[in-house]
């Protein structure tokens, strides 16, 4: 199942480019939009079909609290940062569940997902 994944600056080029690599279409902020703050990012996201892929915990403040709507946000709270760990906990989230996180907010850390209401 192809993706379209809007991959945010924090979560890195290596995490964008293994995502190219598994046929996802993706956007990423470091090589293509460095500096976007984050109202432009979801909006961009929203407004263009994009899933955000982010480390970023902001943007759960600006779904659940400011109410921005989105087309589904993967939101990692990873212990170990590493792109190789990015990597392997976004390989199992696809893996298993990709045909549920359009339209959702997912909390992944490296045991376990969440699917969070919005």
């Known amino acids: 199942m192809s993706l379209r994944l809007l991959v945010d600056e924090c979560t890195g080029t290596k995490v964008a480019a293994w995502l190219r ?56 709270r990873l212990e170990d940062e590493r792109a190789a760990n990015k990597i392997e906990t976004l390989r199992r989230l696809l893996e298993l569940y990709a045909d549920q996180i359009v339209d959702r907010f997912v909390v992944v850390t490296e045991t376990q997902v969440r699917f969070a209401k919005t």
């Not at 929203?46 to 989105?70: S, Y």
């Open 21 to 76: 690599g598994e046929g996802h279409e993706v956007f990423s902020i470091y090589d293509e939009a460095r500096g976007m703050i984050d109202d432009w990012i979801i909006a961009k996201a929203h407004v263009e079909n994009w899933i955000l892929v982010t480390n970023d915990k902001d943007f759960g403040e600006k779904v659940f609290r400011e109410r921005h709507p989105h087309h589904g946000i993967i939101l990692m």
